[in-house]
């Protein structure tokens, strides 16, 4: 693997989540594999989960993690090309990226989107500037689109749940992606991803349901039924993956607050007693209720716990790549 930006990267998904869950079993079997390998972890946007997920992960392989909160500390970056830099950027994506190519071994890069502009945020102009300028491998952790370690996480975890319940042995699990209302613009990058990986993974009937006006982009979306009625969508359903996003359509605006659309317990009566998952951070009561949270039914720490074992899978593929 020379790069993780999408799920286009992975050449054998069931692959990559058996050696996930080897290193969960198993974290340091690797522990030479990033013998003097140092990967640095750029935060242009907060995170609790991937940066500290993403750095034991590389400390599980022997690698040297350095984290950098551009946001708060770096030079503010120039993407433009042919910018007249004489605004309040300070250093161009040209300049910059180079340079972390010689410093470290893994580049990896978080960058939200704008949310203003959608071609800018769908054609990914930040993270293809770092891809084209580090000249290093560069890992996505959430891109202005995609969330591919989450959604990697997401796989293993559905995985790892089925595996453990006899029922699935002939049925294919049935996996609900809904809408759930947020007080503020959020991007489409869980929901993107976590579709284009179901997709991929080909082992679910996978149902996406959402209020009018906020059908996600079809590139992601290929192969699942749309429901909006959400609760038609949730019968019989076994994952129930909860999740804001802001309208694709009217691109970035908050369209619905509809407190209806939250998760709740006499909603999960309508699923064959469905799991519920969600990426994290949660607004507790308006996209979930504390009572599904808080209950037997919830995967969210399991979900987010698996993350280590998503990142070290990848950088371990990574890494085998660059020591060829
Ligand atoms: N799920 C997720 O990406 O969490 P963080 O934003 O905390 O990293």
Redesign the pocket.
């Given at each position: 693997m020379k790069q993780f930006i999408s799920v286009k990267d992975v050449q054998d998904m069931n692959a990559l989540v058996a050696k996930a869950l080897s290193y969960k079993k198993s974290p340091f079997s690797d522990k030479k594999l990033g013998a003097d390998k140092r990967i640095g972890l750029l935060f242009l946007?907060?995170?609790?989960?991937?940066?500290?997920?993403t750095q034991v992960a590389a400390q599980n392989l022997g690698m040297e993690p350095i984290v950098f909160n551009v946001d708060k500390e770096g030079w503010a970056l120039e993407f433009a090309e042919g910018a007249i830099m004489n605004g309040t950027t300070v250093e161009h994506i040209k300049d910059a990226a180079p340079i972390l190519g010689n410093y470290f071994d893994i580049l990896c890069v978080?960058t939200f989107p704008g949310l203003e502009d959608k071609q800018a945020d769908y054609s990914e102009k930040i993270i293809k500037q770092f891809i084209k300028y580090a000249g290093i491998p560069v890992v996505s952790?959430?891109s202005a689109t995609l969330?591919p370690?989450?959604s990697l996480t997401d796989i293993i975890t559905i995985q790892e749940s089925i595996a453990s319940n006899a029922n699935f042995k002939n049925k294919k699990p049935k996996v609900v992606l809904t809408w759930a209302p947020h007080i503020k613009p959020i991007p489409q990058c869980?929901a993107n991803s976590f579709s284009e990986w179901v997709g991929a993974w080909g082992e679910a009937d996978f149902v996406i349901t959402h209020p009018e006006g906020y059908a996600l982009s079809t590139e992601f979306t290929k192969g699942a039924t749309i429901e909006h009625n959400q609760e038609q969508a949730l019968k019989d359903a076994d994952f129930v993956y909860v999740k804001n996003w802001s309208s694709y359509e009217q691109y970035g605006k908050v369209l619905s607050k509809d407190a209806s659309w939250m998760m709740t317990n006499k909603k999960l009566a309508l699923t064959n007693n469905a799991k519920v998952m969600h990426?994290?951070?949660v607004r507790r009561n308006v996209e979930l209720s504390d009572e599904i949270l808080d209950g037997p039914n919830s995967l969210v720490t399991q979900e987010?716990s698996n993350?280590v074992w998503a990142a070290q899978a990848v950088l371990a593929e990574i890494l085998k790549a660059i020591n060829i």
């Open positions: 946007n907060p995170s609790l989960r991937t940066r500290l997920s978080r952790l959430e969330h370690l989450q869980v990426c994290l951070p987010a993350r």
